[in-house]
């Protein structure tokens, strides 16, 4: 990455305001999946040795610019306090005389600021709300991949005000999605499902631009089975995209692929009657939700023959065991393949960890959006913002 480092800071004694993406699930005031606070680790434990004071600002959730109950950070700092093994200082505001105080109080451990999105300035990245962030700081580390598609003051704001750097986690990230979209390992197979084909055209074009084979699964390839001609029964469709998914197609030859047999049902819910037919076959008043078991093997040889692979989205409804099983074969087979795997989306993040295989992928992304937006070759603001290597 080309972006100056947190290694290229010099840090002793410095009041450093670090952005980390702790936006996790929370119930009943217990962090249900610790792992984007894990991710962070090893910035903030590099910050502490290196002798920096560290502040961590992070949003959770959607609360509307002003506090919410529901969204405080506290369980956020409990998790991370067990993780860390060093005290972690829980702030109820994010700037202020406060944060001052506990920053020339602070001899142990860290600071983590309240919800960034208690405060209207955030989203809007209004210049007074990031002035008041960054007043109390000497520099500026990002290491939330997970928002730098967002222009938000702790993402943008506050990188314009202090001197900045990137985190561990936000150059790893970036340097595995460089690896496979500038110069990857041939053969390059992408593998792409999930729900929606309107939300992941630009995905699929930025990719058709580089992969030597695009498998394709989930709700999005009945709009292209639909596409080319085949009854697709009351499978999602997005028929505003025919013509799209015609388009791509014939741009894209025999390097897209898809399914050649889908499991069906009559309707989305755990234990209904399902059937496997081929493509062609679909019944009326029957709904695909997976990838039948001849396009598992299909898509498993050409996975075994990647030495690189990007995959985003489940093959299908992987939340209910019935449809769980394309998901699961396109998993196994990503593990076996040996080759660079990076897999990025929320739902399939979710359904590789469910199935307990994330160490057996190259990469795993902690920002579904950001990652999307970065293959579609869109700029991330929070990454745009930070000055070059060497740069004053
Ligand atoms: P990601 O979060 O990995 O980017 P998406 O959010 O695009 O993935 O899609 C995930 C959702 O797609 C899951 O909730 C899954 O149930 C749904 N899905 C996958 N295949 C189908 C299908 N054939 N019909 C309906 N929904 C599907
Ligand atoms: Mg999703």
Redesign the pocket.
Known sequence: MDKRSVRDLELHGKKVLVRVDFNVPVKDGEVTDDTRIRRALPTIRYLLEQGAKVALISHLGRPKGEPDPRYRMDPVARRLEELLGEPVKKLDVAVGPEVERALAELERGVILLENSRFYPGETRNDPAFADALAAPFDLYVNDAFGAAHRAHATTVGVAERLPAAAGFLLEEELDYLDGVLRNPERPFVAIL????VS?KLGVIESLLGVADRLLVG??MCFTFLKAKGYGVGT??VEDDYLGEARRLMEEAGDRLVLPVDVVVAER?EEGVETKVVPVEEIPEGWM???IGPRTVELFRSHILEARTIFW???M????IDAFARGTEGVARAVAESGATSVVG????VAAVRKLGLEDRMSHISTG?GASLEYVEGRELPGVAVLPGKGEG
């Open positions: 499902g999930g729900a929606k939300d989930g709700a499978s999602l989305m695909g939700l997976d985003n989205g489940p299908g409804v992987f939340e989306g929320g739902d399939s579904g």
